[in-house]
DNA sequence: TGCGGCATCAACCGAAAGGTGGAGTATCGG
DNA sequence: CCGATACTCCACCTTTCGGTTGATGCCGCA
């Protein structure tokens, strides 16, 4: 396996030194790897990715400040000659992976994965191919198999509202719809859900991902 | 600074490949510390806790198995001459917090702390003295400030199982009660956190960090 | 053009949750 | 020992929520 090729060019961006450094760690072992650069933030990642000649950009969707990793993603993948971003997260969320995905990302990785399993899938993202946490290749089968998952829009905004605190009669004045309707809404959720009250579609909804919090 | 003492001797127990190797490499630039082994388990780190000479254990909370990184602590912490435990961990949410001091350990930390904090702390548990991260103190200080917000311990437990989605008759048999005394609960915490309904009172416990997820 | 999904609303009933008041035990610190 | 807190429980009442049935208008897609 011996490569006289150029090296893959890394940029890795994540608000955790510790994690930085880690990554640093495990993929300096490998040989055709080369590490140009690293950022704390988001915009760094934007900013780096534009102005270095880079093959692979490992991005976490978690950070501190504002801007958001699937935004810095969004934003990288729209320029001409862009790298590949693999997102590297701790988080499996419906909502994360699809918004990751939409953002342009070329793979989804969990921040548990073994270090061959990220080198392997630093490859498999340089040369251009989708490269996928198995975990996540299955959220993503399973969603696609029970499409009663997905709620409408209406729905979403309703049950957020719920997660919030929000009383029926609350919720109804904020929407301006009746009571009746927030309740029919419900109705639907829970049954797409697959739960029997509101605080148990809170707690669905969120561990899918499906609402913020 | 130069010392001739005996280097300090680590443990790291987290379940991340990543971040094992990243603090490795980040203490290890560091001339009094030596990382005598890692793990990735809690049930690792209290075989380990035990075997090994040991001055400190970094220890996460969160592991993908079932032995809790605060149940971890309170095993090793337990025995005689046992290391100092220092909790480094990605949640800051009081439930997690208190469950680690009260389990022992000496201090807690954040992962997007930066390596000399990180050292800093290192340095303070070794020498047996309390190593907190400021985002932490600063939380204990509040809840001591208003006594009001705090929850009692199995207000706590109660609202935990509420936000997970479960009614008043289903915790009351997980925790062998009556529902009179799980109401009775409620009513309690429903005082203390300024709301009126379990929905509420879940909302304001996340956003102040008082319960899980 | 008709079917289905979405969004809206009404009326009704039973069940769950919230509100009030009281009360007994246990523990801990002054 | 006393007082404060936490934890447990009971009874009664009111309000909210959940479940059902049924109905209307709109939009997109086949």
Known sequence: MTSTESPIRLLLADDHPVVRAGLRAVLETEEDFEVVADTATAEGAVDLAARLDLDVVLMDLQFGGALHGAQATAEITAREGAPRVLVLTTYDTDADILAAIE????????????????????????????????????????????????????????????????????????????????????????????????????AAATTRGLIRR
């Open 103 to 202: 953002a342009g990302a070329t793979g989804y990785l969990l921040k548990d994965a073994p270090p061959e399993e990220l080198a392997a899938a630093v490859r498999t993202a340089a040369a251009g191919k989708s490269a996928l946490a198995p975990t996540i290749a299955l959220r993503l089968m399973d969603r696609m198999r029970t499409p009663a998952t997905a709620l409408s829009r209406r729905e979403t905004e309703v049950l957020q509202l719920v997660a919030d605190g929000l009383s029926n009669a609350q919720i109804s004045k904020r929407l301006f719809l009746s009571q009746a309707t927030v309740k029919s809404h419900l109705v639907h959720i829970y049954s797409k859900l697959g739960v029997d009250s509101r605080t148990a579609a809170v």
